[in-house]
């Protein structure tokens, strides 16, 4: 049986829990009866990489491109339109449990800048008024 790394075994963990997109602490507890890791080595991975996450968040996870490519087209604007849409900030989750808000160094969309990812699914060459149309979508239910 091959052995899986702490961030495979992470991810795994993380996909399980679905309605809250996050390790728990009692995930971590049984990661470590199942591994001869340390707690600390558990949460320094859990902590590190910003696809996972210890805290409960939201069913929608925004994430938007905060690079130098999207910068100079404007994703300023689109990140204001998607606090103000959401009524959160960067590393927030919406009251409803429904969307989170989070920054991104890059998502490899620079040809379609500025770009934000909604879970696994990709946006570019957004505007204000295409984020609106987006959340709007999300919220009555349906998927663009």
Do not use: W
């Not at 995930?27 to 890791?37: F, G, H, I, P, Q």
């Not at 696809?51 to 404007?74: D, F, Q, T, W």
């Amino acid at each position: 049986m091959e052995k899986k790394s702490v961030l495979e075994r992470l991810h795994e963990t993380q996909d399980k829990e679905k309605e809250k997109n996050y390790i728990s602490e009692q995930k971590a507890s049984e990661l470590l009866k199942e591994n001869s890791d340390s707690l600390s080595h558990i949460y320094g991975v859990a902590t590190f990489y910003t696809m996972l996450s210890v805290k409960p968040r939201g069913r929608y996870i925004i994430r938007i491109c905060r690079n130098l490519a999207c910068h100079l087209e404007n994703a300023d604007s689109v990140a204001e339109e998607l606090k103000n849409l959401l009524g959160i900030g960067f590393g927030e989750t919406t009251t409803d449990g429904k969307f989170t808000l989070e920054e991104s160094s890059c998502l490899g969309m620079c040809s379609v800048a500025p770009a934000m990812m909604i879970n696994d699914e990709p946006y570019g060459n957004l505007t204000p008024e295409k984020v609106k149309d987006i959340i709007e979508s999300l919220k009555a239910g349906s998927k663009k």
